[in-house]
């Protein structure tokens, strides 16, 4: 990386909120990226802590509060409970710490615009994090659509069948009210791709979520008919009860962008489908920090021989333009025209998170603006979010006003 004109000629000094099992993959990305490091950990849970300081030797705190409080910390990463977002990003913004949180931003509006207000009076960055608009792939799809390869775009398509209930789950995971359930937990890596791709701010929500298995009783899928200002529309569908794999569709890698096993998802029904909630909320918990499998949450995706390592799919994503079509592939993009159809390569790039570290760690060492993926960006996802819970819950289409389109401000 160039020196900057303006900023930090150093490392980054990031602090992790929240010791879960997203944690024990947030982790790795600190520890293994050239320009960060990792400073301490925060969680409640003493087990937690005391592993987290083991591991590393660094200091693991209690309170958010004692964390932001240490000279040590540039940055943090919000990654406690989606009820958490907003009280830990405003106190880790009124220290002036940078903040990457992850998704969900917030449970409400108000709670996106508590917590945007807080990061500008205090001149720190708030970068949305983890969802998969950040793979590199779908950043090309972006460009290219930018450079008129496919004309206008006029529909987009993102459909994802996983086996997201079945891979443990904790009571929180699955109660809307707390955060929890696909809709919240899933929907913002559809909503994201598509409103990226599609260029221009959301207009309006059609949706209905599933609920289908009496064994977790959540908000599991959704079919979701979006339009935008500029004309087009996007359907999403997801399903996290799916018994099809939606990697048959996409080469036959998946989310982490390894080969997937024709039997993962019946693997996962029946190791899960044979425990009791109390069971299975033991067996989750054995993988966040604290437990006695910590680290070993979707290993058998993500501990892998990197020879063997494609671009990841966050399902299929499919970009109708007036020109052409567009879609992923292992390698990166295939474009599809009156002639045919050729292949962009993509190099290979960081995954989701390590990729967010990037740009956050970008602008705080050049002093400059997020180039996208902030508050507001956020924010506008999140009224997606509550549009297709409510869109369903009422039988009607949903209006939304709190929209922005995407611009790849020096991407």
Known sequence: ?????TGR???MRVALIGLGTASTQIVPEILSHPHLDLASGCDTREEARDQFTNKYGLPAYSTVEEMVAAPDVDAVYVASPNRFHCDHVTIAAEAGKEIIVEKPMALSLDECDVMIDACDRNGVRLLA?????????????????????IGDVYMLHNIYYTDWLFRGRLPEELDPELGGGTVYRQGPHSV??????????AKRVRAVVSSADPTHPTEGGFVVLLTFESGAVATITFSGYAYFDSSELTFGYGEAGTPRSPDTHSRARHLIGGLSPTEEAVYK????FGGARAGDWLRDELDVDPSLRRHPFYGLTLVSGTKGDLRQTPSGVRIYGADGFREVEVPMASLEREAELDVLYKAWREDTALPSHDGRWAKASLEVLLAIRESSRTDREIELSHQVGYAARGR
């Open 1 to 5: 990386m160039p020196e900057p004109a």
């Open 285 to 288: 918990d054995s993988m966040r």
């Open 192 to 201: 994201d791709i598509v409103r990226l791709l599609a260029g221009s701010p």
């Open 129 to 149: 994090g983890h969802t998969h608009s950040f793979d590199a792939p779908i950043v090309a799809m972006s460009e290219l659509i930018q450079q008129g390869a």
């Open 9 to 11: 000629d150093r490392r």
